[in-house]
């Protein structure tokens, strides 16, 4: 892990491995490792970048930061920074989130390709996004696994350290997403005018945000495209590695510029 310094006041820690075209990979409310065992497959064949959003894992968040907004600005301005070109944004989420907006906002061209894993972040009629702070552990469990048996911990087996660190996480996603719960209201208009290759990878049984959902989401790219993944939930990279991971390695060689 790396810090590096946008603002006197925001510094972003980074874990950075292998080489080639540049991929940014964002977390979702689950925190940095949701996506650390993508990221480090990503890494045999691409430069990958993941972040740890500001107020996760108990990094520091600055008071003004208080929104999605807020993160997409400073990772455009890590890229601006960082002179990174023909970059691949992967988001999960809370992460895929963040892509679209920072997508929209990219401005220098920086991003050219996107892929959004179960994303979040727009209001899609009558495909609410599910009340995640008003679940129970288990209830979260079943919304967000195909296979919730497999994966769902009892809070109650987590060392008081571990129970700590998810609840702040909480916390901090609470601040950035809670109130509008989840999306942004102009968000969904504005996907129109991203042209970049997007790639919406589902969950065949996510119940946070459904297939339904991603579709619309996907078609209101300029340039989207929504997969399914069978026998997966809301964390695809983690219940199907492997088919999640090829699809994204398929979009990095199609997307890239300097082919």
Partial sequence: MATTHLHPDLSLTLHESGAGRPVLVL????????????AEALSRTAHAITPVHPG???TDRPAWLTGIDDLALAYLQLLHDRDLRDVLVVGSSLGGWIAAEMAVRDTAGAITGLVLIDAVGVRIDGEPVTDFFALDPRAAADHSWHDPDRFYQDPADFPAEELARRQANMATMRVLAGDPYMHDPELLHRLARVQVPALLLW??????????????????????????????????????????LSLIETHLRETSTSR
């Fill in 27 to 38: 977390h979702g409310g689950g925190g940095p490792a949701t996506v650390a065992g993508l």
């Fill in 56 to 58: 996760w894992d108990g």
């Fill in 203 to 244: 969950g065949e049984s996510d119940r946070i945000a459904t297939p339904a959902y991603g579709d619309a989401y996907a078609k209101a790219f300029g340039n989207g495209r929504l997969h399914v993944i069978p026998e997966a939930g809301h964390l695809p990279q983690i219940e199907q590695p492997e088919t999640t």
